[in-house]
């Protein structure tokens, strides 16, 4: 049985990890030509390497010591499953909250971890007074098959940060 909660700080490290296998193979992806979205063919397979997870262990350590939202999924102890939100409002009136990154365990891909780590997601946006959530997100096909189910839209305003780190991102919203 899955069970879910929020990280702490002591317990963010390159171990929880263990257990995680992040490797996407990707076929084809969504790009933005001519103002018109296609699907086009792009493969390659993404995986992490160590020193990307260290960098993710940072990033997870700065979201819950600047008092964003890190939720995750375990599955007998084992880290299967995680999301996080910034804390900081931006987009003036759209008040947007940053979803910066949501991941779910290759093995466990299906069974409605992403689902529930989503919801919880829009529900902590809520409570800190956000509107939508604001995802800057990998555009393979299936990764935004699953946005699109979740109610996700092309955000109305883009953030540029996040368009010039990832230019293939997808740029999302979603009500929250």
């Not at 929020?6 to 193979?25: A, K, P, W």
């Not at 604001?134 to 555009?139: Q, R």
Request: net charge negative; proline share 2%; with cysteine.
């Amino acid at each position: 049985m899955i069970q879910y909660r929020e990280l702490c700080m002591d317990e963010i490290n390159r171990e929880l990890f263990q257990s995680f296998v992040r490797r996407q193979v990707v076929t084809k992806c969504w790009r933005k030509e001519n103002g018109a979205w296609l699907i086009k063919d792009a493969p390659f397979v993404d995986d992490w390497s160590e020193s990307d997870y260290q960098i993710l262990v940072t990033c997870l350590k700065n979201t819950v010591s600047s008092g964003g939202f890190v939720y995750a999924a375990f599955d007998d102890g084992r880290l299967k499953g995680m999301v996080t939100v910034e804390p900081e409002l931006f987009g003036g009136e759209q008040k947007y909250l940053d979803l910066s990154c949501i991941h779910v365990s290759e093995d466990m891909r299906g069974q409605g971890i992403g689902k529930t780590l989503f919801y919880a997601a829009k529900e902590w946006a809520k409570r800190k007074g956000g509107r939508k959530l604001y995802i800057s997100a990998h555009s393979a096909v299936e990764s935004q098959a699953f946005y699109k189910a979740m109610g996700c839209v092309e955000a109305q305003k883009y953030n540029k940060k996040h368009v010039e780190a990832e230019p293939y991102d997808c740029q999302l919203e979603c009500e929250v």
